[in-house]
């Protein structure tokens, strides 16, 4: 069911992103039609077409875009997720770039249309851009880009609230309350786990996943285990210090431990936190023999990519098992849940908006629009993926001369831009 963009926003209690915003020296937005989809342009005398799938927060996006020069065109297609031949629509005959959205199919027909209509560039509108076949792209000569670093705390922090929502069963918790079924405090009301001293573990230590794990680690004092194919030297040094100052402090230390496998993290974590990126080995990662070897009482969250988990196996489980906790983000065929999920007191369930900050959602929407921008200019890619800060803020006149992030530059043969 395709929820309408007003309705959402009425739900969300926002103004619409974006409406009619008219950057610095940017004349205000008018509206017309890309082959038949609505759109607002701004700065229509740009040189260069830039189609923008969706609205999109703040303003520094379009005063970045305008000021390179580009006419950009905001779809104002009520769907929710545009599908491929809208999308083509709003590429028409003449586009140079696109920012798109996690929802959105970018596979081979849309980077044809891209290339046929001139296109040069091509952000998503996320980190991860398990939605973008790349190699599509780069075969085509179009860089891709995504918006890495302002999520990182953002993601985190709403993965440490699912973890304490579902231990301390917060959610349940609240509804009792609303339905008028609290009659007095009671020794066994709403009984979870605590979570200090016991031990978190991590699939991906990543940025977003080591953020987590800081908090974890630092705000509980958990033990952290953790798997991924790379240490995170950074994170395991700062839990050892972390550990010392404790000790120092006559406190028992924290640990942190690197494991080989997947599994090992499963059967020794009180909580376990996915944090890897969805692809071929990460697809159904935690499936039903896998969770037979979590402890009968953990906490599974997940804010990576819903198919990261096999959803009907988890659903199954968490009957079986009224004790075990899981806190999800995504889901495994977003927007729909696996059938009974919805019904298990002990999930907790949230629309896919670990990122739904407004200084991590304006900032996706700099660092998308700095990547097409960047492009369109000619410049190359920043040579500090991992510090996008100078982006992010200061006259956009003097931006860093670069494109923030792009995921396929080697293929493309993008330069690097310092
Ligand atoms: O950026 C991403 O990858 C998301 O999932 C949404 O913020």
């Known amino acids: ?85 809208t999308v083509k629509k709003l590429i028409g005959s003449r586009c140079d770039g696109v920012i798109g959205q996690l929802t959105e199919d970018w596979g081979a027909e849309l980077f044809e249309a891209l290339k046929a209509a001139g296109g040069r560039a091509y952000s998503n ?86 953020a987590y794990a800081r908090m974890m680690v630092e705000g509980h004092k958990m033990n952290l285990v953790y798997y991924d194919p790379y240490p995170n030297k950074g994170l395991e040094e700062y839990i050892r210090k972390y550990g010392e100052l404790l000790r120092h402090s006559g406190e028992a230390p924290v640990a942190v431990r690197r494991v080989e496998t997947v599994e090992e993290v499963l059967k020794e974590a009180d909580v376990v936190s996915l944090h890897c990126n969805l692809d071929d080995t990460t697809r159904h990662l935690i499936n039903a023999e896998r969770l037979r070897m979590m402890k009968p009482n953990a906490v599974l969250v997940n804010a990576a990519r819903g198919p990261c ?43 896919h908006i670990a990122s739904a900050s407004l200084w991590t959602r304006s900032g996706m929407a700099t660092l998308a629009a700095a990547n097409v921008a960047g492009v369109i200019q000619g410049f190359g890619a920043w040579a500090k993926p991992n510090d996008i800060t100078p982006f992010l803020d200061g006259p956009i006149p003097s931006l860093p001369r670069a494109a923030p992030s792009i995921v396929n530059a080697k293929e493309v043969g993008l330069p690097t831009a310092a």
């Open 1 to 85: 069911m395709a929820l309408r963009n007003s309705g959402a926003r009425l739900l969300r209690g926002l103004q619409p992103f974006g409406a009619a915003a008219a950057p610095n020296g940017a004349r205000a937005a008018s509206t017309a039609s890309a082959n038949g989809v609505p759109v607002e342009v701004h700065n229509p005398s740009g040189a260069a077409r830039v189609v923008v799938t969706k609205p999109l927060p703040g303003d520094r996006w379009l005063q970045i875009l305008t000021a390179a020069g580009c006419r950009v065109e905001v779809s104002q297609c009520p769907d929710i997720s545009q599908d491929v031949a």
């Open 309 to 351: 988990i096999d959803e009907a196996a988890l659903v199954a489980h968490m009957k079986k098992h009224p004790d075990f906790r899981a806190g999800l983000d995504v889901f495994e065929h977003e927007p729909a849940m696996a059938p009974g999920l919805a019904d298990l007191p002990n999930a907790v369930i949230v629309p």
């Open 125 to 210: 509108y996320a980190v991860g851009y398990n939605n973008v076949k790349v190699p599509e792209a780069s075969k085509r000569g179009i860089p891709v880009g995504n918006t890495p670093g302002v999520l990182t705390e953002t993601t985190a922090e709403l993965a440490a609230a699912l973890t304490l929502a579902a231990a301390r069963r917060v959610p349940e918790a609240d509804v009792f309350m609303r339905a008028g079924k609290y009659k007095g405090w009671l020794p066994d009301l709403f009984v979870g786990a605590l979570l200090q001293n016991k031990t978190v573990g991590i699939v991906g230590a990543g940025r977003i996943g080591a």
